[in-house]
């Protein structure tokens, strides 16, 4: 829960960076390992890792503009 306050008290171009700094590798590396099994080329599984990995940052945005 500490973690979770400590994400809160940051701004939110902070926020938005350390969602991308965490989300965007994790996604990219896993669909790059998942693709073969779905039958689709490794780098075109990263690049769908890739937008798999941007929605957390979009929740992020509209939680964002939702609070004010």
Known sequence: ???LTRFEAMSFSAQLIAVAVVC??????????L?????????LGGVYGLVA?????????LRE????
């Open 35 to 43: 693709a073969p099994e779905f039958g689709v080329e490794p780098i």
């Open 65 to 68: 503009s939702m609070s004010g």
């Open 24 to 33: 965007d590798p994790i996604g990219f590396a896993a669909g790059y390992l």
């Open 53 to 61: 990995a941007s929605v957390p940052m979009s929740l992020l945005v």
């Open 1 to 3: 829960m500490a973690l």
